[in-house]
């Protein structure tokens, strides 16, 4: 039985990452909990949290299940943030993404279950996957366009993925699966759950600059960074008609704090995480990003022009895409008095300087 009286001890399964990064950060920063531990296979991006004493670093592929067992049974949470989460990687190895998104965590599933202890599962907004109306289907349409009918809500919104042939849908699937395999724990009683529905997190440390800190195409704020900073032209796949909502990841992290804090209210539930007032379509994010970077660093240093290429091209076979995703945060709102602040042009325009900066330290470094 873990001892409810002692501070919450929490376990951060892919604190290396962009999310675990910031929310050991913030977890370290208050004096609400107790010891951290964090488990990843890389410490790049938290090698600055390494002095402190409170905060427990295993260097480990999560795959070592065993090694997980003993961080999780001593843990009150665990946050399981475990993914490839990349979409040029759903097509290009989709076996792996399946297995990190589903096999993997499904055994991190076990043994929260195991050891009765608390999960808080990430999970993804690509789970919506395409909006009907994207379908031609014109009975989805509203008379009058009403943006409602665009937007995504957790208990009631339909899940629609692509053929199977298209294989960016082996992300958004895996995932499903594994929603459901911890709704069906949850309804026996036997797990204490909360999933989380990311809308596309951006901030400090999101992903990488290809080159530099990693190989492949990142998420497209990274791919547009990447483009800025080493004077190529930004790339419109199929034209960037679809649309997203930008979320800055210091919103995202008070929300996940709120889950941690709120345990009876975030018990069984999925929320959406994101800000559904910061929706752009990556046409415009190109625009606003490029208009950016010339006010920030000077017109002198903007060099890039904007492009455009075909999903095909830019990340081979099986690519599809998602049009549009507007989480509805009533429930988030309600459940964990929690809401976005961050507006749009400051959400892009933090991330753009953090990036900014750090390309200078990594580049004078080399
Ligand atoms: N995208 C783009 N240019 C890039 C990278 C991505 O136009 O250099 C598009 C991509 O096709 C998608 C959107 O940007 O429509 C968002 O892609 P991202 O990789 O950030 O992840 P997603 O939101 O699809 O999970």
Not at 49 to 78: C, M, Q, W, Y
Request: hydrophobic share 35%.
């Amino acid at each position: 039985m873990k001892n409810k009286k002692e501070l919450p001890t929490v376990c951060v399964l892919g604190c290396g990452g962009f999310v675990g990064s910031h929310l050991v950060e913030r977890l370290l920063d208050s004096g609400d909990y107790g010891q951290i531990t964090g488990i990843d296979i890389s410490d790049q991006k938290i090698r600055h949290l390494s002095g402190n004493s409170r905060f427990d670093f295993v260097k480990a592929d999560a795959h070592s299940i065993e090694l997980l067992r003993p961080s999780i049974e001593k843990s009150s949470t665990v946050i399981s943030l475990v993914a490839l989460c990349n979409p040029s990687l759903y097509t290009t190895i989709p076996l792996e993404v399946i297995d990190s998104n589903f096999t993997l965590p499904l055994e991190i599933v076990k043994l929260c279950h195991e050891y009765q202890t608390r999960l808080i599962h990430f999970s993804t907004s690509e789970v919506y996957g395409k909006t009907a109306m994207s379908l031609s289907d014109s009975s989805a349409m509203d008379e009058d366009g009403s943006i409602d009918r665009w937007v995504l809500t957790e208990d009631t919104s339909q899940l629609i993925l692509g053929p199977v042939r298209a294989q960016r849908w082996s992300y958004a699937c895996a995932k499903q699966l594994l929603e459901r395999v911890i709704y069906a724990y949850g309804t026996s009683n036997s797990l204490e759950y909360t999933i989380v529905r990311p809308f596309n997190f951006i901030g400090p440390r999101m992903d990488f600059l290809p080159g530099l800190e990693g190989e492949g195409i990142p998420r497209v704020f990274a791919c547009f960074m990447d483009a800025l900073l080493f004077e190529k032209p930004l790339q419109l796949v199929d034209g960037g008609n679809n649309r997203r909502c930008f979320t800055y990841i210091d919103d995202a992290i008070d929300a996940v704090m709120a889950i941690i804090d709120n345990r009876e209210s975030s018990r069984s539930q999925i929320f959406n995480i994101g800000n559904p007032d910061n929706e752009i379509s990556i046409r415009d994010l190109a625009s606003l990003m490029h208009q950016m970077y010339g006010e920030i660093r000077g017109k002198a240093y903007l060099r890039s022009s904007i492009g455009s290429i075909s999903g095909k091209e830019f990340y081979g076979e099986g690519y599809d895409d998602s049009d549009r995703r507007i989480p509805d945060i009533r429930k988030a709102v309600d459940c964990l008095g929690w809401k976005p602040k961050t507006g749009l042009s400051q959400t892009i325009q933090l991330s753009m300087l953090s990036f900014i900066e750090h390309f200078k330290t990594v580049k004078n470094s080399t």
